[in-house]
């Protein structure tokens, strides 16, 4: 079958799937195993729309990089000589050769290993032996990728005109974000972690805390009522309830007299640059995400002063939540690798002059979220075994599950604006070109 025979394939299965799609309930297997529904996510999903990559303390001198893989893109983010960060496909302009095989590093120029083609970490082609003289060199430059960097926080856009609703999240977002001076912060720690789940499963076990009981470690602080509401409480967990209410109120209090924005702000399904942001209330001391819910780092970041100030949440679509404390942030980010493998990529953050070893371990600054991660990722792949299962058939969402369906009616949203693109433009190719040969479904 010809490629643009199987993508039109493809697209009509997608526009079947969504038009018998039940909402309220967990989607088709499809969605999570089709190998070129998997390919209409990178196009419709991560091709289109600003995906978070990491955080700006990544890079922090000139020809620091960091390198992205979403599906078959690969993408450079890179600190220039100019201290300004930019992103650039990771092809060589010649013959196509990947230019940085390493996730991390430091490059004066980029030099294909290939034929040594050379250039400027602005992208500009600097050197090409043998290259014909009539050729224009100012044409061959690395192709760039749209960069927004939002308080610290690096997104990308592989669109040619990249979603223009990231200025009012960045209105939005940046007076919660821009205490915690996340660019005067460094990186204490990072780990890449591979699941055996669709990514889609990545970021529905996120989205709720229906199973959050079996997060001990992360327990000691977070409260469990992430997503829930006052009728959501079952009697046994009424004393609990009532201790999150008095703390909140605590934290309310502080946030206000420190002019700290602290309300949420839910935008998750009904806008193109999806995201929710809120400060939250921590359990016991409710300082950071350790075990005895205290700092983690002596040295507080930005010009905090009091260590207990709960967790800036941001959530954004369709890949990333993080969270800042007085002492330091974990940023995650996931990116797809194929049908049923989604890379996630946490990252520690500490102050700029914090020392390790003085002013933070790193066992005890990472241990909660390590944990964590290690308990989703058996949870993804538990989820993704049985969506294998031909007796799989999509469930009911619990109520308290509501940023879950958040998300998916977003992906179903977004998905099919693109399906309803392509299905345009195939009826009008038709009605050009006619039907194409052995298609079954020509009038």
């Given at each position: 079958?010809?490629?643009?025979?199987?993508?039109?394939?493809?697209?009509?299965?997608?526009?079947?799937?969504?038009?018998?799609?039940?909402?309220?309930?967990?989607?088709?297997?499809?969605?999570?195993?089709?190998?070129?529904?998997?390919?209409?996510?990178?196009?419709?999903?991560?091709?289109?729309?600003?995906?978070?990559?990491?955080?700006?303390?990544?890079?922090?001198?000139?020809?620091?990089?960091?390198?992205?893989?979403?599906?078959?893109?690969?993408?450079?983010?890179?600190?220039?000589?100019?201290?300004?960060?930019?992103?650039?496909?990771?092809?060589?302009?010649?013959?196509?050769?990947?230019?940085?095989?390493?996730?991390?590093?430091?490059?004066?120029?980029?030099?294909?290993?290939?034929?040594?083609?050379?250039?400027?970490?602005?992208?500009?082609?600097?050197?090409?032996?043998?290259?014909?003289?009539?050729?224009?060199?100012?044409?061959?430059?690395?192709?760039?990728?749209?960069?927004?960097?939002?308080?610290?926080?690096?997104?990308?856009?592989?669109?040619?005109?990249?979603?223009?609703?990231?200025?009012?999240?960045?209105?939005?977002?940046?007076?919660?974000?821009?205490?915690?001076?996340?660019?005067?912060?460094?990186?204490?720690?990072?780990?890449?972690?591979?699941?055996?789940?669709?990514?889609?499963?990545?970021?529905?076990?996120?989205?709720?805390?229906?199973?959050?009981?079996?997060?001990?470690?992360?327990?000691?602080?977070?409260?469990?009522?992430?997503?829930?509401?006052?009728?959501?409480?079952?009697?046994?967990?009424?004393?609990?309830?009532?201790?999150?209410?008095?703390?909140?109120?605590?934290?309310?209090?502080?946030?206000?007299?420190?002019?700290?924005?602290?309300?949420?702000?839910?935008?998750?399904?009904?806008?193109?640059?999806?995201?929710?942001?809120?400060?939250?209330?921590?359990?016991?001391?409710?300082?950071?995400?350790?075990?005895?819910?205290?700092?983690?780092?002596?040295?507080?970041?930005?010009?905090?002063?009091?260590?207990?100030?709960?967790?800036?949440?941001?959530?954004?679509?369709?890949?990333?939540?993080?969270?800042?404390?007085?002492?330091?942030?974990?940023?995650?980010?996931?990116?797809?690798?194929?049908?049923?493998?989604?890379?996630?990529?946490?990252?520690?953050?500490?102050?700029?002059?914090?020392?390790?070893?003085?002013?933070?371990?790193?066992?005890?600054?990472?241990?909660?979220?390590?944990?964590?991660n290690e308990q989703d990722a058996r949870f993804v792949g538990w989820t993704q075994e049985g969506v294998r299962s031909p007796a799989y058939e999509p469930g009911p969402y619990s109520p308290n599950e509501n940023q879950l369906e958040k998300f998916v009616d977003w992906y179903i949203d977004?998905?099919?604006?693109?399906?309803?693109?392509?299905?345009?433009?195939?009826?009008?190719?038709?009605?050009?070109?006619?039907?194409?040969?052995?298609?079954?479904?020509?009038?």
């Amino acid at each position: 079958m010809r490629i643009a025979e199987r993508n039109d394939s493809a697209v009509r299965d997608a526009a079947d799937l969504l038009a018998r799609r039940k909402r309220g309930y967990s989607l088709d297997a499809p969605f999570y195993l089709d190998a070129d529904l998997f390919e209409l996510d990178i196009a419709a999903i991560f091709a289109r729309h600003w995906i978070h990559v990491g955080a700006s303390p990544e890079v922090p001198e000139p020809g620091d990089f960091i390198t992205v893989e979403i599906g078959k893109y690969s993408i450079i983010v890179i600190r220039g000589a100019d201290m300004e960060i930019r992103a650039f496909h990771n092809v060589c302009r010649h013959r196509g050769a990947r230019l940085l095989s390493d996730r991390s590093g430091s490059v004066r120029k980029f030099v294909c290993r290939y034929h040594h083609w050379t250039y400027e970490l602005t992208g500009s082609l600097l050197d090409a032996e043998h290259i014909a003289g009539d050729v224009d060199r100012r044409c061959l430059g690395l192709k760039r990728v749209h960069l927004r960097n939002l308080c610290g926080l690096l997104f990308i856009c592989l669109a040619d005109e990249p979603p223009a609703d990231f200025d009012e999240m960045q209105r939005i977002v940046e007076p919660y974000l821009a205490p915690h001076r996340l660019d005067a912060c460094k990186i204490a720690h990072r780990i890449d972690l591979v699941e055996d789940g669709n990514w889609k499963s990545v970021m529905e076990n996120n989205r709720e805390c229906y199973h959050c009981t079996s997060h001990p470690e992360l327990l000691r602080t977070f409260f469990q009522f992430f997503g829930h509401s006052e009728t959501d409480v079952k009697p046994r967990q009424r004393a609990y309830y009532e201790r999150y209410r008095r703390m909140q109120a605590e934290f309310v209090a502080t946030w206000e007299t420190l002019g700290l924005p602290w309300k949420a702000v839910e935008l998750l399904d009904d806008r193109v640059t999806a995201f929710r942001v809120e400060r939250m209330a921590l359990d016991n001391r409710g300082e950071s995400y350790t075990l005895d819910t205290a700092i983690a780092s002596k040295h507080l970041v930005g010009d905090f002063t009091v260590p207990r100030l709960g967790a800036l949440s941001l959530h954004t679509q369709p890949n990333s939540w993080n969270h800042f404390l007085s002492d330091h942030a974990v940023t995650f980010s996931l990116w797809p690798i194929g049908p049923e493998q989604t890379l996630v990529r946490t990252t520690w953050l500490v102050d700029k002059n914090a020392v390790e070893g003085r002013d933070y371990d790193l066992e005890n600054l990472t241990h909660v979220w390590r944990k964590t991660n290690e308990q989703d990722a058996r949870f993804v792949g538990w989820t993704q075994e049985g969506v294998r299962s031909p007796a799989y058939e999509p469930g009911p969402y619990s109520p308290n599950e509501n940023q879950l369906e958040k998300f998916v009616d977003w992906y179903i949203d977004r998905l099919s604006a693109y399906v309803g693109e392509r299905c345009s433009m195939r009826q009008s190719r038709s009605a050009t070109t006619g039907p194409a040969e052995g298609d079954s479904r020509r009038a």
